[in-house]
C-alpha cells in the first residue's frame, strides 16, 4: 500500500505534475483537429493547471469512425469474456497503482478534498473496474422453454460503438461506471469528459493503453458540450449514448437519439433528494450526521445530495441545532490537505450560481441559520460556507430547484403522512432517506417514496451490487449491478426450428 502523503507532498507533486493534454484517438495522443485548445482551472486558486485539445465534430467523426472499425473487426467485441476480464482487472490494478496521482488530478481539476479523491473517487472507481471484469465471465445467457421441437436463444449482443458524457463533480467514477461495463460487455467506447475536469479521463485513456485495451476500443474527447458533446448525440453511427449531467442537458440528449439514428440514450440526471427524519428516528445524532454530510459531502456537487431535510415536528428543532454545529465544523479548507473535509466549488461560475439561490432563500423569507457566504476569498478560489435554511416550504425556489452546492433547506412537517407527500412534491426521483426504528414503518413508507434509491437510517448507501439510478426527471438508466450490463446489449432472440 501508498504511504500516505501530507499536504506539503501534495503540492510538491503538483508543481511537479506535468497532465495529459491531448485527445486520445486510435490508441494516440493527438491535438484537435482544429488545432484549438481550453484552459482547464484550478477552482482552489483560479489559475489555469494546462490548455487541453479542444475537440469538435471533425474530431468526433474521426474517433467514431476508429471506433466503428475496431468493433467491426472482432479485437475487443469477438475477445472471450475471459480475455476482457484480464485487461479490465489489470486496468483496475494500474488505477490502484497511480492512485495518488489520478486523486491529485481530481482534486486539481475540480476543488474536492484529497483524502475523498483518493479514497472515494480513485478507489471506487478501481473496485468498478474490478467488479465488471470479474462479472463477466459469469453471466449466462437464456434457452426459452418452447420445447422439443425448437430451440430459442436468448443472448446479449454487445451494442457497437458506445459514448459516454460525464460531468465535473465525480469525474473519474462517473466516467467508470458507465465505460466498465460497457467495455466489459465488448463495446467500443468513447468517452467525453465535462470541460471542467478532463485531467484523469486522459490519465485513464494512459492506463487503458498500458492494460492492452486495443486501439480504437477506448477513446477520449476532451472538449465543450454544445460541440464535441452534441456531435456524439447527433451522430449516425453512435449506437448508445450513456449521459451523467443535468436534467436539462438530458433533455438535449433525448432530442438528439430522435434527429439522429434512434440511438439508445440512457440518462443519469439531477436531483433534489428528500432526508426524511420521524419522531421516532433512533439515533437523533446519527440522523445528524448523515444530514450534514448529506449536503456538505464533495461541496453539495453530489447528484444525489440529501438537500431537503423534511422533519418531523418533535425532533426539528434538536435536530436543526446539530445538523448547525456539524456544518459549522466543516468549513472549506485548501483541497491538498489530507485533513480537509470540504473543498472549493467547480468553478466562478457554479459558485456564482449558488450564492444567488441563496440570495434567493433569503428574498423568499427563508431564515438563514448558517453560513450563506463566499469563504477564503484570498485564495483567488471559489468556496462557499456551509449554509443551512430553516423555515423553508416545499413550493420555495430553494426547495424545488437542485442548487448543486452546499446549501441545505430544513422543512418542518406535523407527521409522516405530510413528510412523504413533501418529499415526493418534486419534479426529480433519484434518492430518497428515511430515519425511523419502527421496522414496519420503513418498509410502508419506503414503497412510497417515488425514487430510484431509498436509504433508511443512513444516506448513500449501497456498493457495486445495487443499481443506482433515477425515477422522473432524474433520467432513465441505472448504473453500476448486473443491471448496467443492459444498457450496453441488445437482447437478441434467435429461434433454431428443429422440425
Ligand atoms: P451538465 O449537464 O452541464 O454537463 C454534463 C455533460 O454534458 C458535460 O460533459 C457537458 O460538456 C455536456 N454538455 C453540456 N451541454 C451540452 C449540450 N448542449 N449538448 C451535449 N452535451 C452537453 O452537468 P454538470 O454541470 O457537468 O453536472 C452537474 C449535473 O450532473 C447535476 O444536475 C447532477 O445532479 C448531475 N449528476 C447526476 C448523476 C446521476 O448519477 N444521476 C451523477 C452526477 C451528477
Not at 491535438?31 to 489555469?48: E, L, Y
Not at 448508445?240 to 438530458?250: H, I, K, N, P, Q
Not at 439510478?469 to 429461434?495: M, V
Request: aromatic share 6%; net charge negative.
Amino acid at each position: 500500500m501508498a504511504k500516505s502523503l501530507s499536504a506539503d507532498d501534495y503540492r510538491q507533486m503538483a508543481a511537479e505534475l506535468t497532465p495529459r493534454t491531448q485527445a486520445f484517438i486510435g490508441g494516440q495522443f493527438v491535438d484537435a483537429a482544429s488545432g484549438k485548445t481550453f484552459a482547464t482551472v484550478n477552482p482552489a486558486t483560479g489559475t489555469v493547471i494546462a490548455e487541453i485539445a479542444e475537440c469538435d465534430a471533425e474530431d468526433v467523426n474521426r474517433a467514431v469512425a476508429l471506433a466503428r472499425a475496431a468493433f467491426d473487426d472482432g479485437r475487443w467485441s469477438h475477445q472471450s469474456p475471459r480475455n476482457r476480464k484480464r485487461v479490465l482487472l489489470k486496468l483496475a490494478e494500474l488505477m490502484r497503482r497511480d492512485a495518488q496521482h489520478l486523486a491529485l488530478l481530481e482534486t486539481l481539476d475540480m476543488g474536492k478534498p484529497i483524502a475523498e479523491a483518493l479514497a472515494v473517487d480513485v478507489g471506487s472507481s478501481a473496485n468498478c473496474v474490478q467488479w465488471y471484469a470479474e462479472a463477466v465471465d459469469k453471466v449466462y445467457d437464456e434457452v426459452s422453454p418452447s420445447g422439443p421441437h425448437a430451440l430459442g436463444l436468448i443472448t446479449r449482443d454487445p451494442i457497437g460503438v458506445v459514448a459516454c458524457v460525464v460531468p465535473w463533480n465525480f469525474p473519474l467514477l462517473m466516467a467508470s461506471w458507465k465505460i466498465a461495463p460497457a467495455l466489459a460487455a465488448g463495446n467500443s467506447v468513447i468517452l467525453k469528459p465535462a470541460e471542467q475536469s478532463p485531467l484523469t479521463a486522459l490519465k485513464l485513456a494512459e492506463l487503458c493503453a498500458e492494460a492492452g485495451l486495443p486501439e480504437g476500443v477506448f477513446q477520449v474527447l476532451p472538449g465543450f458540450g454544445p460541440t464535441a458533446g452534441k456531435a456524439l448525440g447527433l451522430h449516425m453511427d453512435v449506437d448508445c449514448l450513456a449521459f451523467t449531467g443535468s436534467t436539462e442537458v438530458g433533455k438535449l440528449f433525448m432530442q438528439y437519439g430522435g434527429q439522429s439514428n434512434l440511438k439508445r440514450v440512457w440518462l443519469e440526471c439531477g436531483g433534489k433528494s428528500p432526508n426524511v427524519v420521524l419522531s421516532d428516528v433512533a439515533d437523533l445524532d446519527k440522523a445528524a450526521f448523515h444530514a450534514a454530510l448529506g449536503i456538505f459531502y464533495n461541496q453539495g456537487e453530489v447528484c444525489t445530495a440529501a438537500s431537503r431535510l423534511i422533519v418531523e415536528d418533535s425532533v426539528h428543532d434538536a435536530l436543526l441545532e446539530k445538523v448547525i454545529a456539524l456544518g459549522q465544523a466543516m468549513q472549506p479548507g485548501d483541497p491538498l490537505d489530507p485533513a480537509t473535509k470540504m473543498g472549493a466549488i467547480v468553478d466562478q461560475r457554479q459558485m456564482q450560481r449558488v450564492l444567488g439561490y441563496i440570495d434567493q432563500g433569503v428574498r423568499e423569507g427563508g431564515v438563514l441559520a448558517l453560513g450563506g457566504r463566499q469563504a477564503r476569498v484570498t485564495s483567488g478560489g471559489y468556496f462557499i460556507e456551509p449554509t443551512i435554511f430553516s423555515g423553508i416550504s416545499n413550493d420555495m425556489t430553494i426547495a424545488r430547484e437542485e442548487i448543486f452546492g452546499p446549501v441545505l433547506s430544513v422543512i418542518r412537517v406535523k407527521d409522516a403522512d405530510e413528510a412523504i407527500r413533501v418529499a415526493n412534491t418534486c419534479d426529480y426521483g433519484l434518492a430518497a432517506c428515511l430515519w425511523t426504528r419502527d421496522v414496519t414503518k420503513a418498509h410502508t413508507l419506503s414503497r412510497k417514496l417515488r425514487a430510484g434509491s431509498v436509504w433508511v437510517n443512513c444516506w448513500d448507501g449501497g456498493d457495486m451490487t445495487m443499481p443506482f439510478g433515477g425515477f422522473k426527471q432524474s433520467g432513465n438508466g441505472r448504473d453500476k449491478s448486473l443491471h448496467a450490463l443492459d444498457k450496453y446489449t441488445e437482447l437478441k432472440a434467435t429461434w433454431i426450428d428443429l422440425t
